[in-house]
């Protein structure tokens, strides 16, 4: 909001004294009032997505979030914040050592250890669970597995009733960038391998979301940087 009132501010002036920069400085305020609205847009529905979480009873430590891939930078991300809010949640990942690790430490948290290729293992790390934030991370020679572990996820989800779906995704499924800036809306026409994965991975969410399987929200990050960026 300061970069908008003083934008305005020159506006004003160069009004008086200088035409041609008032129209660059009116471009650029449409451009930051846009890009506002646009972030509005989302943390509006983030929002609405912790409120529907936070609405559950938290008078138990039995938890009701999952993250699945907790070990990688998102989990270790979100895990403090739900700590932070008071909800008890899951850790979900393939190694139990590191889990126990690396989240045992926390209060409200309970540690399982899922093959998430294995469709019991799934269920099993889905059940009591009203929300699932996917956060699963796959190296390179095994991108071809988005699509198969979210199918599997999603079938779990079905049958433990889970309620909703948070898919922690990436911009790959974009493609080239048809415009300087990337919005939401930007068409999804992956020109990688990588990014078909993805963008069939998100297909799957967003089918079973408009089937009313569950909520569905995909959050697409760029790339990492940090502690766990590895």
Request: hydrophobic share 45%.
């Amino acid at each position: 909001q300061i970069g908008i009132d003083f934008l305005l501010a020159l506006q004003r002036i160069f009004q008086r004294v200088d035409q041609p920069g008032a129209r660059l400085l009116h471009a650029a305020l449409q451009s930051l009032q846009k890009r506002r609205l646009l972030l509005h847009r989302a943390k509006k529905s983030l929002d609405h997505f912790a409120s529907s979480i936070l609405a559950t009873d938290m008078g138990t430590d039995i938890p009701n979030v999952a993250l699945f891939g907790a070990a990688g930078a998102v989990g270790h991300a979100v895990a403090p914040e739900l700590v932070r809010r008071g909800i008890p949640f899951r850790v979900v990942g393939r190694n139990r050592a590191r889990l126990e690790s690396e989240f045992g430490g926390l209060p409200r948290v309970e540690i399982l250890d899922a093959d998430l290729s294995q469709l019991r293992s799934a269920g099993a790390a889905a059940r009591g669970i009203e929300t699932i934030i996917y956060c699963v991370g796959l190296p390179y020679p095994s991108h071809h597995l988005h699509p198969v572990l979210m199918r599997t996820t999603l079938e779990a989800a079905a049958a433990m009733q889970v309620k909703r779906l948070a898919l922690i995704s990436s911009v790959y499924a974009y493609g080239v960038p048809r415009a300087s800036r990337v919005p939401e809306t930007h068409p999804r026409m992956p020109h990688t391998r990588k990014g078909a994965y993805r963008k069939e991975q998100e297909d799957l969410v967003l089918e079973a979301h408009q089937k009313g399987k569950l909520a569905g929200l995909i959050l697409r990050l760029p790339d990492f940087y940090g502690p766990y960026a590895d």
